[in-house]
C-alpha cells in the first residue's frame, strides 16, 4: 500500500489524467504529469509536470525516478517506452495489457482465446483479402486499421470492392482489420477494476449513445434486462482476471438483436463512459483507478443515484456552459483545453435522477432539448 504523499506518475496528460490527479489529491498522493504537449490539462492540477517525448529514453528515466508508481490515461504510448519505465518503477495496469488493447488484431485474439465473444474479424494483409472478407461477411462490413482509431477515426464502411480498395491504400498502418457489421440493439459499457490482491469490483452497465462516431450521452443503468446486465458484468471480471489487471478497465460492447453480448474493444484506463460515476457514485472510476494502482483497499462499485452524462463537444456544446451553470440540477466538468475545436471533447455534464427513475426516451430527450433552446 503506498502511503499518503507518495507520487503518482501519470502518462498523458489529458483530461483523464487531470479527473484522476484530482482523484489522488484526495487520497493525499501528489501526481506527476509527463505529456508531450506543453500547458497539459492534467498539469492545470498535478504537482509536477513533466514535457517531453513518450519515446525519449532520458525523459522517461528521468520521469520514472521522480515517481513511485506509474499509470497512463491513454493507449497511444509506445511500448517499449513503458518497458523502460517498468523497469524502474511499477507500472500498472501492465505493458503486457496495453500491448494488447494497442492492436485489434492482438485484442481480439486474447478475447477469443478466453471463451469472450467478439464480432466476428478477418486479418487484412493485401488487396486480395477483400474479396475472402466480402465472402465471410457479405456487405457491408467495417474496415478498421489495428491501432491508434479511436472516437471513429480510422475505419471505414465497405459496401463494395470499390471502396475497400480505396480504402484499404488510404488507412494506414497495415495490417489491418474487417469486422462484420453487427445488427445491434444498444451500445453498452462497464468498468472493472482489480487490485494486486485479485480482488475485483465491477460498476453498473452504461448504456451509450453516438453522434458522429463520437460519445454523445451516457445513460446509467443500462436500458437492457437484468440479467443481460448481470452477464456483461461476469464477463468484465473474468476479462480483468484473464489479463491479471491491475487498475481499471473500460470494456465495450454491443447487445445484438438476438440479446447476444459481443466484446467490440477494452481501454486498460479511466474511460469517458465512466464519468457518470464521478456524481453517481461514493466512489467514482477515477479514485477506484488510483486505488486499485496504490494497493488502497477496494469498496463495492456502488451507485446512489441514475445518471444521464452528456459529453460537451467542440465550440457548439461549449456555449451552453453558462445555461450549464445558472440550470440546477446540471453537474457541469470542464477539461481546462483553449480551444473549442470541432469534434473536440471539453467537458461533460451530468444529470441525476432517483434511483431507478431513469427518464425513458421522450423524457431523456425533451430534457436536452431544453439545454439547446435559447429561451
Not at 221 to 227: E, F, H, K, L, V
Not at 256 to 264: E, H, P, T
Amino acid at each position: 500500500m503506498l502511503s499518503p504523499n507518495s507520487t503518482i506518475g501519470i502518462v498523458g496528460g489529458g483530461q483523464l489524467g487531470r479527473m484522476s490527479a484530482v482523484a489522488a489529491s484526495r487520497l493525499g498522493f501528489k501526481t506527476h504529469i509527463l505529456s508531450d504537449i506543453p500547458d497539459p490539462p492534467a498539469g492545470q492540477v498535478a504537482s509536477h509536470t513533466t514535457i517531453g517525448a513518450y519515446d525519449d529514453p532520458q525523459i522517461l528515466e528521468s520521469f520514472a525516478n521522480a515517481v513511485d508508481v506509474i499509470t497512463f490515461e491513454f493507449e497511444n504510448i509506445d511500448a517499449k517506452g513503458i518497458d523502460l519505465l517498468s523497469s524502474i518503477r511499477p507500472v500498472h495496469p501492465s505493458g503486457h495489457i496495453l500491448r494488447i488493447s494497442q492492436d485489434r488484431i492482438l485484442e481480439k485474439s486474447f478475447l477469443n482465446d478466453h471463451d469472450i465473444p467478439t464480432t466476428k474479424w478477418l486479418k487484412i494483409e493485401q488487396p486480395s483479402d477483400g474479396e475472402k472478407a466480402g465472402a465471410k461477411f457479405g456487405y457491408p462490413f467495417i474496415l478498421k486499421t489495428t491501432r491508434l482509431g479511436y472516437d471513429g477515426k480510422g475505419q471505414a464502411v465497405i459496401h463494395n470492392p470499390d471502396e475497400f480498395e480505396a480504402a484499404f491504400h488510404t488507412l494506414k498502418p497495415h495490417p489491418l482489420i474487417a469486422e462484420k457489421k453487427v445488427d445491434f440493439a444498444c451500445e453498452v459499457s462497464v468498468m472493472v477494476v482489480r487490485n494486486i490482491h485479485g480482488v475485483v469490483q465491477t460498476f453498473d452497465v452504461a448504456e451509450n449513445q453516438h453522434k458522429n462516431s463520437i460519445l454523445d450521452l451516457t445513460l446509467v443503468p443500462a436500458r437492457i434486462q437484468p440479467d443481460l446486465r448481470q452477464q456483461v458484468q461476469e464477463l468484465a471480471i473474468h476479462l480483468a482476471n484473464a489479463l491479471e489487471l491491475i487498475g481499471i478497465l473500460g470494456v465495450e460492447l454491443f447487445i445484438d438483436r438476438d440479446g447476444k453480448i459481443l466484446v467490440n474493444e477494452i481501454a486498460p484506463r479511466p474511460h469517458n463512459s465512466g464519468h457518470w460515476t464521478m456524481n453517481a457514485c461514493p466512489i467514482d472510476q477515477f479514485e477506484m483507478h488510483i486505488r486499485a494502482v496504490t494497493g488502497l483497499p477496494l469498496p463495492p462499485a456502488i451507485r446512489h443515484s441514475d445518471a444521464v452524462m452528456k459529453n460537451l463537444i467542440g465550440p457548439e456544446d461549449m456555449a451552453l456552459w453558462p445555461k450549464i451553470m445558472a440550470t440546477p440540477g446540471l453537474i457541469g466538468h470542464l477539461y481546462g483545453k483553449e480551444i473549442a475545436k470541432p469534434g473536440r471533447k471539453m467537458g461533460h455534464v451530468n444529470i441525476l435522477f432517483p434511483y431507478n427513475s431513469l427518464p425513458g426516451e421522450f423524457g431523456i430527450r425533451a430534457m436536452l432539448q431544453d439545454l439547446y433552446s435559447k429561451e
